[in-house]
Each structure stands twice: as C-alpha cells, then as structure tokens.
C-alpha cells in the first residue's frame, strides 16, 4: 500500500510539473522488464503524442493487485490478457467468487504468445518433456500465470502435481530464480523486454519448447480456458529463444477503463490506437502483429460507452457485440 502511494505522489508530482493536457489517464500494468509494461509504455508514449489525453503508467506486482483498483476507480486504464479480463469481470478463475463489475473493454490489441522455456542445455524439446522438472508455482500477484500455465500442460495432459513446485511471488521472481538454477522452467511470454537479459546471463542462453496442437490437445487446454488458440512461432530478431519454428499458446490483449472514465478520455484513447499502429510497431515491436481493424471483437465483457462510439463512427461495431 505505502508503495502504491509512493507511486502516486510520485506521478502526480510529474503531472504537475509537465504542462497541462486535456485529460489524464493513470495506466496500471506490470513491473518494469515485463511485457505488459513495454506494452504499457509504447502505449502511453503513442496515445499522448496524439495530444488529447495524456497517459501515465504505474507499474504494479500484477493484474490482481491493479485491477481490483480500476474496478474501485482508483487506476483509469490498464491492459490486460483475455484470461484475466474475463476471469475478473465473471468472478471465475482466479477472482473466483470476486466479480469486478466495473471495469470496460476498450478494444483487443496483438495476441499474448505463451510459452514455457529452458536452458539452452537442457534436453526439454517439447511440454511433455518438461514433466518432474521444478516449476514455478503460487504466484500470488499474478494469478492468471498460474492459470495460462494450467491450460499449457494440459495440452499434454500434465498438471502441477507432475512437478517439481518451486512457490514464487510473481514473474520478477521466477526470472530471479531461473537465473539462480532454482527453477528449470521460465514463464516470460514471448516477447517479454526481460527475455534477452536473461538470455544472455544464463550460461547456454534460454530456449522455448513446443506444445502440442492436436485436436485432443486443444480441446484439453480450451477445457482450462475457453479463449485460448494455439500459433507457431517463427525465429525472428523480437523472438529471443525460439531458434527454430515452434507452436505456443496465444490469447489476445485487451485495453480496460473504469465504468466512470469519461467517454471522451476512452474515445481518444481508442481512435490514437486505431490510428496510430506504425508509431505503436516503432516504439515496441510486439506490436506489429497488431491489427486496428479487429480492435471492436466480440467479447464476454461488455464494452466502454467511449469506445463504442468511435466503433459504430468506423463502422467496426456490431450490435451483437454487446
């Protein structure tokens, strides 16, 4: 809490010595050298260049530490895996029980690409060959890693109790910890800006391994989660340990406002989106697989007034949507 606080004096202090803008929107998301949080910071750069809203990020340990505060109205904005946002918005999953009425989709963004990855060393190829190694477990302030690793195994019919459980506290940790050989397996999604720290301070570099995309395997891990798919990965500069084509689980990014954000605020943020993928692919490759016009997807969560404006102004919204 004392630390949220910090965080808070800490951007309200640069609001106030920045000049004035139109509107500001405070950005939840993840700690620094986590994907989320480049994905946050391009976002924030890109939205308030457009100059009608001006977005601040505040890192935070994970989606179940910020968006129980964007359904309270303390955070604006945040962004967040299909996982997440569904699992919070129903009370499923990991908010089992605790449904966050209040927070809005404001549109999909690139897809999240999970997968598992081991030292450069080790003779893991695939998932299945990842059973009895030690795990990362627990992760209290991001309980969706625990649920997009529980879909992954069951692909190949694994479970957490086919392993060796190492409790963590969240993916800064894990990283930690797989530096320090305490772990065998990582859980960075591709992408992630931490990964090519790790690759290069791990004696051997890291490597993803492939998950199997069967029909039984896909209906084991949509029996898990409903809204993931299964995509292959190609070696590519923005890919740090696929050195050769492998197939990864993947489930897409959402933008997320509080029910009371103005409509303004979400429409602005929302046309800079739309507008603004070759300024977004420039500051942040993740999102070149970004694609505007898919933005207003049909989804579980219903939408922000703000966003279905500039949707049905563009004549991407459909009424079934919500």
Not at 150 to 171: E, H, I, N, Q, W
Not at 175 to 185: M, P, T
Not at 289 to 316: L, N, Q, R
């Amino acid at each position: 809490m004392i630390r949220h606080r910090v965080a808070a004096l800490a951007a309200a202090y640069a609001l106030a010595a920045a000049p004035a803008a139109a509107t500001d929107v405070f950005l939840a998301t993840s700690p620094a050298g986590t994907l989320f949080n480049s994905i946050a910071t391009a976002t924030a750069k890109v939205v308030s260049d457009a100059g009608q809203v001006r977005v601040v990020v505040n890192p935070y340990g994970g989606g179940t530490q910020w968006l129980p505060l964007l359904d309270r109205g303390e955070v604006s904005m945040g962004l967040a895996s299909a996982i997440d946002t569904d699992d919070a918005g129903r009370g499923i999953g990991s908010y089992e029980g605790k449904p966050h009425p209040n927070i809005r989709v404001g549109g999909a963004l690139a897809p999240l690409l999970f997968a598992m990855f081991v030292r450069g060393d080790s003779p893991a190829k695939t998932v299945a060959d990842l059973k009895g190694l030690r795990i990362p477990t627990e992760f209290p302030t991001a309980l969706v890693v625990v649920r997009a690793m529980s879909a992954y195994l069951a692909s190949s019919g694994l479970g957490f109790a086919d392993f060796k459980p190492v409790p963590t506290s969240g993916l800064a940790q894990n990283v930690n910890d797989f530096k320090a050989g305490r772990v065998d397996i990582g859980t960075l999604p591709i992408g992630a800006g931490g990964l090519a720290e790790i690759n290069t301070t791990v004696r051997g570099g890291i490597r993803y391994v492939t998950m199997d995309d069967a029909p039984a395997a896909q209906a084991r891990m949509r029996a898990v989660i409903p809204h993931v798919y299964t995509t292959v990965i190609r070696p590519g500069p923005a890919f740090v340990g696929i050195p050769e084509p492998i197939t990864a689980m993947a489930y897409d990014t959402y933008m997320l406002f509080g029910k009371d954000v103005p409509e303004t605020a979400v429409y602005a943020v929302v046309k800079a989106m739309h507008e603004g993928k070759d300024a977004l692919a420039a500051t942040f490759p993740w999102f070149r697989a970004f694609d505007p016009a898919a933005m207003a997807k049909a989804f579980s969560i219903a939408y922000h007034p703000g966003a279905v404006k500039y949707y049905t102004e563009k004549g991407m919204w459909l009424p079934r949507r919500n």
